[in-house]
Structures are given as C-alpha cells and as structure tokens.
T-cell receptor, first 111, second 112 residues
C-alpha cells in the first residue's frame, strides 16, 4: 500500500543535542513538507521540497535543517540552535491534484 | 509568513446541527484544501477545490472556493459524534509554487 512513514513516533532529546526525524514516502510524490504543531495550534511550515536536491525554507526554518537526496526521503534535523524544540512534527508529501498526504507524526520532547 | 485565518477558532454544537466555518487569506490561492485532524494523528484530506467559485461535496461535507480566490468555506450538515476534531484549511499559491500553507484551525466539539 502507498503511504508516508514517519519514525520514531516518540523521541526524547537532551538539551544541546541534534536529532533527526525520518520521513519516507512511496507515493511517487515530487513535493514533501515538514510542519511543526504546538498544543492547540495550527500547522506551521518548517521546510518544503518541490524536487530532489532542492528545498526551500518555510515560515519557521531557524534551528532546523533538511536534505532531499532521494525522492522518497526527506529527513528533518532539529539542531541545538532550536531553542524550543518540544512539539509534534508532521511530514507530508503531495501532488497538487490530490493534495497532501500526512504521516502519523513524531512527538519530540526535550528532557 | 503567509497567513490563513480560520474562523471560528472553536465551536460547541449539539449532534444533528449544521456547522459552517471559513478561511480567509491576504493573498490569492489557486488550490484550496480542507483537512480534519484527530488527536495525535496527521490531518486527513476531506475536500479539494481547484477553481474559483467551485462548490464540491463529500457526503455531508460541502466546500466552496471563493470567487476572489482569497477565501474558502466548509459546511458540515447534520453533525455526528465522529465529526469531532480540528478542521484545517490549506492552500497552494500560484502554479509552480508548491508551498502548502495551513490555516489556524477550527476545533469542533459536540455537546451530548
């Protein structure tokens, strides 16, 4: 079955550490996205990629980095420069005709 | 960044009531989408709209793409308990730009 997989589901990070969140899709979508969601809030765009080897900053890119070396994969690194990283992170892939399909999310907690 | 403002922020209704919510933007979008999110899950697509003035239904849900291209509306008729959740609008700007922006969300609660 086609879909988008995020891992891990829960992640704990010590302050000052970098962590990488995985996102893989087998939908053959060109575009992929990372969003951050805080409790009771909407989805804020961190980074997006329209094609392999290319990506653009979203509205809250500071403290995050991404890569798009393969069409299927769009990992997100939360760096130590992100001062408030505790949040729910959602990855998506899309075609304009069908809209975005989301993964089930990764909940990151700083301990 | 670009803002999509949804209203109302929250709604408390009784089962069987109809629901209306809307989404407005300061700039034009060429595709509008409506999503529903359950707690702890990713949003799921409900309806997609591609043309100004378009009216599209999906069961008890009906959505419209505003004529100005700066707004969209979602209606839910005869609400049921499983309609509880957060509803988001989202939009793509001009063609060729795949930046997908989400609205602030409308939280729907059904009062027993």
């Amino acid at each position: 079955d086609g879909g988008i997989t995020q891992s891990p589901k829960y992640l704990f990070r010590k302050e000052g550490q970098n962590v990488t969140l995985s996102c893989e899709q087998n939908l053959n979508h060109d575009a992929m996205y990372w969003y951050r969601q805080d409790p009771g809030q909407g989805l804020r765009l961190i980074y997006y990629s329209q094609i392999v080897n290319d990506f653009q900053k979203g509205d809250i890119a500071e403290g995050y980095s991404v890569s798009r070396e393969k069409k299927e994969s769009f990992p997100l690194t939360v760096t130590s420069a992100q001062k408030n990283p505790t949040a729910f992170y959602l990855c998506a892939s899309s075609t304009r005709r069908l809209g975005a399909t989301f993964g089930s999310g990764t909940r990151l907690t700083v301990v | 960044g670009q803002q999509l403002n949804q209203s109302p922020q929250s709604m408390f209704i009784q089962e069987g009531e109809d629901v209306s919510m809307n989404c407005t933007s300061s700039s034009i979008f060429n595709t509008w989408l409506w999503y529903k999110q359950d707690p702890g899950e990713g949003p799921v697509l409900l309806i997609a709209l591609y043309k100004a003035g378009e009216l599209t239904s999906n069961g008890r849900l009906t959505a419209q793409f505003g004529i100005t291209r700066k707004d969209s509306f979602l209606n839910i008729s005869a609400s049921i308990p499983s309609d509880v959740g957060i509803y988001f609008c989202a939009g793509y700007p001009n063609f060729g730009n795949e930046k997908l922006t989400f609205g602030t969300g409308t939280r729907l609660t059904i009062i027993p």
